[in-house]
Nanobody, 124 residues
Framework: VQLVESGGGSVQAGGSLRLSCAAS????????MGWFRQAAGKGLEGVACINSDGSTIYADSVKGRFTISQDNAENTLYLHMNSLKPEDTAMYYC???????????????????WGQGTQVTVSS
């Protein structure tokens, strides 16, 4: 399984970005995928997740501003980020795993497969 993130960059506060995560070698019929971020000097934080049924969970810090979505035909996960704040500055990672349950998780230990990350920098 390979996950490759893209779409990061530098933006001013209030701006928007869309992150993409292209998945390959992933053939599970039931799965969940998530976005995580790690700011400099801080721990890894779960941002949003989605499962194969389309159910989503968001961290309180991004609710109403970020939207996670997936394009099954393209095997791509997205994170649409609006109203960005300087505190959203971080390296963003996508992650994936298989499941027999209809849920997803914002905790890192539930995920086996990880991408290399894409940097998001929000200036004030």
């Amino acid at each position: 399984v390979q996950l490759v993130e893209s779409g990061g960059g530098s933006v001013q506060a209030g701006g928007s970005l869309r992150l993409s995560c292209a998945a390959s070698g992933y053939t599970y019929s039931r799965y969940y995928m998530g976005w995580f971020r790690q700011a400099a000097g801080k721990g890894l934080e779960g941002v949003a997740c989605i499962n194969s049924d389309g159910s989503t969970i968001y961290a309180d810090s991004v609710k109403g501003r970020f939207t996670i979505s997936q394009d099954n035909a393209e095997n791509t996960l997205y994170l649409h980020m609006n109203s960005l704040k300087p505190e959203d500055t971080a390296m963003y990672y996508c992650a994936a795993d298989s499941t027999g349950r209809g849920t997803c998780y914002l905790q890192r230990f539930w995920y086996t497969y990880w991408g290399q990350g894409t940097q998001v920098t929000v200036s004030s």
